[in-house]
């Protein structure tokens, strides 16, 4: 082979590694797109309403514990659910379904 021809070669064997590295550049940018989108976050959870919070109650009471319920309500600052602070909601159902469970 003549140096012209190895230059030639040469040349060539350069714009193919450059391709290859555009193809590698090109490969590569969705994974690391994907890579900077922030992970998504759980959705929060749904606050509860007083009519979910009713739901349960109800339940309780017509299971026999209706004592047992107003109690609870008036131990969460409230002579009726309905007056009860929606803040309270969430604490309020994990002492609720303790009623009637043997401890």
Excluded at 70 to 99: C, H, T, W
Aim: charged fraction near 35%.
């Amino acid at each position: 082979m003549t140096n012209e021809e190895f230059t030639k070669l040469s040349s060539e064997l350069e714009t193919c590694g450059k391709a290859l590295l555009r193809i590698a550049v090109a490969l590569k940018a969705p994974q690391d797109e994907k890579q900077a989108e922030p992970e998504k976050k759980k959705p929060a959870k749904k606050p509860l309403t007083l009519e979910d919070v009713r739901k349960v109650a109800a339940d309780k009471s017509r299971q026999g514990f209706t004592d047992e319920v107003r109690v609870l309500i008036q131990k969460y600052g409230a002579n009726k659910l309905s007056g009860m602070d929606p803040a309270k909601y969430d604490a309020f159902l994990k002492d609720l379904e303790v009623i009637g469970h043997a401890g």
